[in-house]
């Protein structure tokens, strides 16, 4: 048995994951998928994949990006999630902010720099046409700590996946004042540079399997039912959401990598421009 590290964000968009594990689909082929949720999300996972703490990370496709550019020894093995990711723009419920305009000039939480909800953060000011040089950050980590920075009277905005947070909109714990969805597929497959040079062959076993089971994940009979109860969401969230998400079973395009580039060097969130190969495995 080959033993795999491997790492993503415990949300609905990694069930296709589970599935196979839980069929023995990978043992199959002599494969040890070992599977670490992280809830801090994709600047941890970038972390962890540079420290040589994990093969394989499901990864925001901006962080990762952004990671890769900054020195991180690894490379996008293929897209994972097609679709954009819709960031929910959140407050605190009784805040008087009821609409992204009123944000303006107020701190962003973010689960740590260079995570989805840092870079976004940069994004959607840059689409209101804010000044982004002027964005500040209160770090969280995670979603349990959002929720304790903007219910303490943080005054904070927080961007997080839309239909995660759903049920904190629901229970009144958050108001949302908007949504913004990333301009590019949202979720990749990264894996290590040594773990490719070593592992290449496995790496494809690795993806056949994944790539089988993503692609008939939205057949899956009650496959609906089955998300709404292993991820406490209303039924009708779940098939919104299911409706607006395509799995991918293909590599990123050069385009995106360089579309992704270019926008995090317009905010100086990275130093320069590279040639799409040093992100792309293949």
Same mark, same amino acid.
């Given at each position: 048995?080959?033993?795999?590290?491997?790492?993503?964000?415990?949300?609905?968009?990694?069930?296709?994951?589970?599935?196979?594990?839980?069929?023995?689909?990978?043992?199959?082929?002599?494969?040890?998928?070992?599977?670490?949720?992280?809830?801090? &999300?994709?600047?941890?996972? +970038?972390?962890?994949?540079?420290?040589?703490?994990?093969?394989?990370?499901? %990864?925001?496709?901006? &962080? %990762?990006?952004? @990671?890769?550019?900054?020195?991180?020894? @690894?490379?996008?093995?293929?897209?994972?999630?097609? @679709?954009?990711?819709?960031? &929910?723009?959140?407050?605190?419920?009784?805040?008087?902010?009821?609409?992204?305009?009123?944000?303006?000039?107020?701190?962003?939480?973010?689960?740590?720099?260079?995570?989805?909800?840092?870079?976004?953060?940069?994004?959607?000011?840059?689409?209101?046409?804010?000044?982004?040089?002027?964005?500040?950050?209160?770090?969280?980590?995670?979603?349990?700590?959002?929720?304790?920075?903007?219910?303490?009277?943080?005054?904070?905005?927080?961007?997080?996946?839309?239909?995660?947070?759903?049920?904190?909109?629901?229970?009144?714990?958050?108001?949302?004042?908007?949504?913004?969805? +990333?301009?590019?597929?949202?979720?990749?497959?990264?894996? @290590?540079?040594?773990?490719?040079?070593?592992?290449?062959?496995?790496?494809?076993?690795?993806?056949?399997?994944?790539?089988?089971?993503?692609?008939?994940?939205?057949?899956?009979?009650?496959?609906?039912?089955?998300?709404?109860?292993?991820?406490?969401?209303?039924?009708?969230?779940?098939?919104?959401?299911?409706?607006? +998400?395509?799995?991918?079973?293909?590599?990123?395009?050069?385009?995106?990598?360089?579309?992704?580039?270019?926008?995090?060097?317009?905010?100086?969130?990275?130093?320069?421009?590279?040639?799409?190969?040093?992100?792309?495995?293949?």
């Amino acid at each position: 048995m080959k033993t795999i590290k491997i790492i993503g964000v415990p949300e609905h968009f990694n069930l296709p994951w589970h599935l196979a594990m839980e069929d023995n689909a990978f043992e199959d082929r002599g494969i040890q998928l070992e599977w670490t949720d992280v809830p801090e &999300g994709t600047g941890k996972m +970038t972390q962890m994949l540079q420290n040589g703490e994990a093969d394989l990370g499901i %990864i925001l496709t901006e &962080g %990762i990006i952004k @990671s890769i550019s900054q020195g991180n020894p @690894s490379k996008i093995v293929q897209e994972h999630v097609s @679709s954009p990711l819709l960031w &929910g723009i959140h407050v605190d419920a009784d805040s008087e902010r009821n609409s992204i305009a009123d944000l303006k000039g107020d701190p962003v939480a973010i689960s740590r720099m260079g995570s989805g909800s840092h870079l976004m953060a940069y994004i959607n000011a840059q689409n209101q046409g804010w000044d982004t040089e002027k964005l500040e950050f209160e770090i969280i980590n995670n979603l349990d700590g959002a929720v304790e920075n903007l219910t303490s009277g943080s005054n904070a905005y927080f961007m997080w996946e839309h239909f995660t947070t759903k049920p904190l909109v629901d229970n009144g714990t958050f108001k949302r004042v908007g949504d913004c969805p +990333t301009p590019w597929p949202c979720f990749v497959i990264a894996a @290590s540079n040594t773990f490719i040079d070593e592992n290449e062959g496995i790496l494809k076993h690795v993806l056949e399997i994944i790539n089988t089971y993503s692609a008939e994940f939205k057949q899956i009979p009650s496959i609906d039912r089955t998300l709404s109860n292993r991820y406490e969401q209303k039924l009708e969230d779940i098939q919104e959401w299911l409706s607006k +998400t395509t799995w991918g079973q293909k590599q990123l395009s050069e385009a995106t990598v360089n579309e992704v580039q270019s926008r995090l060097h317009d905010l100086n969130l990275i130093e320069e421009l590279k040639d799409a190969s040093k992100f792309l495995w293949k």
